[in-house]
């Protein structure tokens, strides 16, 4: 495969890879050739960085909507997206802390804080079950 050369594809191409992670590989193998290949044809006309980004902006509910549709059921119970997001809470739930006012900021606390475990505790349960199979 070509490596994109210009910034606004290799960051559509980035959402590409995030968004059709959870979907089983032959359709996600698909859905990112067809991507791959209207970028690549992007770049070899000269279609401008502002119009591939903005393209990118504007599919992505739909992008979610197809990933949701045929893979984010599957990858919900599966451990390992709840251990990523586990670990995303307390680090937003630090960032907010440091910049907003106190109510705020002791309720991002919290939200960390009580949510990185839950979510922590519901991917155990998953590994669990998966291990039992």
Not at 15 to 22: E, G, I, K, S, V
Not at 63 to 85: K, N, Q, T
Not at 89 to 106: D, F, I, K, Q, R
Request: aromatic letters at 6%; one cysteine or more.
């Amino acid at each position: 495969m070509t490596a994109l050369r210009r910034r606004s594809s290799r960051l559509a191409w980035t959402w590409c890879l995030a968004y059709t992670a959870p979907v089983r590989p032959e359709l996600r193998q698909r859905r990112r050739d067809e991507i791959f290949s209207h970028l690549w044809e992007s770049e070899s006309t000269g279609v401008r960085a502002v119009r591939v980004l903005s393209a990118t902006c504007r599919g992505m509910a739909d992008d979610l909507s197809w990933s949701c549709r045929r893979g984010w059921r599957e990858a919900a119970l599966l451990p390992e997206p709840w251990v990523a997001v586990a670990a995303t809470l307390p680090v937003g739930a630090a960032v907010v802390s440091a910049v907003a006012a106190a109510p705020l900021a002791h309720a991002a606390e919290g939200v960390g804080v009580i949510g990185g475990g839950t979510l922590l505790g519901v991917s155990a349960l998953l590994w669990l079950r998966r291990r039992r199979g």
